[in-house]
C-alpha cells in the first residue's frame, strides 16, 4: 500500500497518554464466590447475578465473535451500538478548531452529528449519481486536518455497496483514518473489510448486532481495529458500556447460528419479492439496486404517499430531504404478511 501514514501520529497526544480507570472487575482475575470489592448490592433477588458489575471488556462475547467473525477477540471493541465507536473515535482523532471529518452523503446521519457534537468541522463530498464515492472529490477536499473519513457500505439509505477499488484507493492515499461502516454486511454478497485490517493499519470496521442478528434492543455494536487501537478504545470507553443483561442476551443469541442464517435467507428472500412488486405500483419512478435489508424507491409525490401510508398504520422512511434522493421513501423488509399490507396499502393510495 502506498499509504505512509502512521496512524499513532493522529491520536490526540492526551488520549495516548491517559491513565485509563480501573474498576473493581479490571483489576479481579479468575474465580471466586465471596465479592466485596466494587461495592454492589449483595442481594441477587433474582438469581442472575444482575446485582454484580458486568465484565467491562465482554471477553466471552468477544471469544464467540472471534469464531464467527474469524478475527481475533484483540482486535474487537465493543459498544454501547455503533454509535459509541462513533463517538469514541471523535474523541481520540479530533480536535475542536483543529479537526476536520469527511463524509459522503447521503449516508448515515450520525457521523454528521458526532462532528457536531465535538464541534469538529465536517466536510461533504457528495457520492456520485450512482451513488458511488467521488474518490478524486475525496482526496482533493482532504487537508492536514482532515482526520477521519466515513464510508458506509452498503449505503445507507441508498442501500447499494461501494466499489472496493474507489475504497481501496482511498485507504491507500487518505491520510487519516478511513472507517468503513459494514452495518447491512450481513444482507450483502460483499466481502467483509474485517480481513484487511492486518493490511491498512488506519482501518476501522463498523459492525453492528441491531440488524441481522434481530438485537436492537440489546444496543452492542463492533468495532473491528488494530489491537493497538482496541486497546485505546477500551481505555477511552466508560467502565461498564455493556450491560449485563444485554451481554446475557447477545451471548445466548450467538450461539444459535442457525436461526440467524435462517432469518438472514427469508428477509433476503422477502426483499426480492418486495423488489418485484414495488416496480408493479404506477406511481413509482425507481426502485433502486440494495445490498441491504431494506429498498430505497423514487415515487410520485413521496411526502404525500408518505402521510397516506402513516394513517393507514404503516410507517416507512420518508428520505426526499436527504441530498440525492429527491421523492425517496426507505422502506425496511418486513415479514411476508407486513409487505403484503405495504403493496396493499400502495395500490390502494394508487386508486385513489
Not at 467473525?69 to 455503533?82: A, E, Y
Not at 487518505?174 to 454486511?185: K, L, P, R, S, T
Not at 493490511?199 to 434492543?217: D, H, I, M, R
Not at 405500483?281 to 410520485?300: C, E, M, R
Amino acid at each position: 500500500m502506498s499509504n505512509t501514514l502512521n496512524w499513532k501520529d493522529l491520536v490526540l497526544p492526551h488520549i495516548l497518554n491517559l491513565q485509563a480507570y480501573s474498576s473493581a472487575r479490571d483489576e479481579f482475575s479468575g474465580d471466586a464466590k465471596v465479592f466485596l470489592d466494587a461495592n454492589e448490592n449483595p442481594f441477587d433477588k433474582e438469581q442472575n447475578n444482575w446485582n454484580r458489575y458486568p465484565d467491562p471488556l465482554q471477553k466471552d462475547i468477544k471469544v464467540q465473535l472471534s469464531e464467527i467473525k474469524g478475527v481475533s477477540k484483540d482486535k474487537i471493541f465493543l459498544g454501547n451500538g455503533s454509535d459509541e465507536a462513533i463517538d469514541l473515535l471523535f474523541r481520540i482523532f479530533c480536535k475542536t478548531g483543529d479537526s476536520n471529518v469527511i463524509t459522503c452523503p447521503p449516508t448515515y446521519g450520525m457521523y454528521k452529528v458526532s462532528a457536531s457534537i465535538h464541534n469538529v468541522e465536517n466536510i461533504e463530498v457528495a457520492l456520485t449519481g450512482e451513488f458511488q464515492l467521488d474518490v478524486t472529490g475525496i482526496l482533493e477536499a482532504a487537508n492536514e486536518q482532515s482526520k477521519m473519513l466515513f464510508i458506509c457500505s452498503p449505503n445507507n439509505p441508498t442501500g447499494n455497496s461501494l466499489r472496493k477499488d474507489d475504497i481501496q484507493n482511498l485507504l491507500e492515499n487518505f491520510n487519516g483514518i478511513v472507517i468503513i461502516d459494514e452495518a447491512y454486511i450481513d444482507f450483502s454478497a460483499q466481502k467483509s473489510w474485517i480481513h484487511q485490517l492486518e493490511n491498512y493499519p488506519n482501518l476501522v470496521v463498523l459492525q453492528t448486532l441491531s440488524k441481522a442478528w434481530g438485537l436492537a434492543s440489546a444496543r452492542l455494536g463492533m468495532a473491528f481495529a488494530n489491537e493497538e487501537l482496541i486497546k485505546i478504545l477500551n481505555k477511552v470507553k466508560p467502565p461498564y458500556n455493556i450491560s449485563g443483561p444485554s451481554q446475557e442476551l447477545v451471548s445466548k443469541s450467538l450461539k444459535n447460528k442457525n436461526a440467524f442464517d435462517k432469518q438472514v435467507k427469508a428477509i433476503l428472500a422477502e426483499r426480492d419479492n418486495l423488489n418485484q412488486k414495488l416496480q408493479d405500483i404506477p406511481g413509482v419512478k425507481k426502485v433502486y439496486h440494495t445490498d441491504a435489508n431494506f429498498i430505497l424507491v423514487k415515487i410520485n409525490d413521496a411526502k404525500s404517499i408518505y402521510q397516506n401510508l402513516i394513517e393507514q398504520g404503516i410507517v416507512v422512511r420518508d428520505r426526499s430531504n436527504v441530498k440525492l434522493c429527491d421523492d425517496c421513501l426507505r422502506i425496511t423488509v418486513g415479514t411476508e404478511n407486513e409487505n403484503r399490507e405495504l403493496f396493499m396499502a400502495l395500490t390502494k393510495i394508487e386508486q385513489n
